[in-house]
């Protein structure tokens, strides 16, 4: 087990389909490689964590090791190296897919609450039956 994460990520933990992907991550995180902050939590402290709510509630962000920030796309490319899952961390990784994961990450960061409605549930009930 590690003795301080690697990657801390900052979510949205009234999303029930980021909260199916956390939990799915988490269940990946038997090295402790990954931690993770909901920033809607009520005692989520911004300033301690060097990221308002409300950037971290427009794209998810997450803070390496040494402090280096990543937002968006990059931050599932380097949560699915650490959770081991190399294929998933490459197609995510390569700079010639930027041009179209970027902006179809940012669609979906301002449209999650809408789709999390209609199909965040079932993912959520899903993820926490198969991913333990």
Known sequence: MSLAPELTLYYDGQCPLCQAEIHFLQSRNA????????????????????ISCEAAMAQ?????????????VPVFAQAYQLAQLPVLSWVLS??????LLGPAYLLFAKHRHALSRRFGPALLRFSKRFFR
Request: charged share 20%; hydrophobic share 40%; net charge neutral.
């Open 31 to 50: 090295q402790g490689k990954l931690a993770f902050v909901d920033v809607t939590e009520l005692d989520f402290d911004a300033p301690a964590h060097r």
């Open 60 to 72: 998810i962000h997450g803070r390496l090791a040494n402090g280096q920030t990543l937002v968006g």
């Open 94 to 99: 390569r700079p010639w897919l930027q041009p």
